[in-house]
């Protein structure tokens, strides 16, 4: 979907769950690709979305913008948002911000499903 050769993301949906699977890095460059995409599928009225950032090896201050617009979004219409991360930095990085009392953070995909 990107045209950047470092960031690609991917969705796929099963009944009121959309999950967006993001590889690469998430900066200046990449954020307004990812607020669009996220924007479609936040439309769409998931109950559940899950942001995949396992693959995702750098993120910055606008990036965590978008996803913070995201969980806003999608709270509003009713919904959850969770993120999955493995990447310590980019734990220690929601940590650091505080954002990890905003999201749900999960370490993989399966737990971002359960209740």
Do not use: C, W, Y
């Amino acid at each position: 979907m990107a045209n950047d050769a470092s960031f690609e993301v991917t969705d796929s949906e099963q009944p009121g769950v959309s999950v967006l699977d993001v590889r690469g890095e998430i900066d200046v460059a990449t954020s307004p690709e990812l607020q669009e995409i996220l924007v479609e599928l936040i439309g769409r009225g998931p109950e559940l979305l899950i942001v995949n950032l396992s693959d995702v090896s750098f993120i910055d201050s606008t990036g965590l913008g978008v996803l913070v617009g995201a969980v806003r979004d999608v709270r509003a219409g009713g919904g959850e948002l969770h993120l999955v991360v493995t990447e310590p930095h980019i734990m220690k990085l929601l940590e650091l911000t505080g954002l990890d009392e905003v999201f749900s953070v999960v370490s993989n995909t399966s737990d971002a499903v359960r209740p």
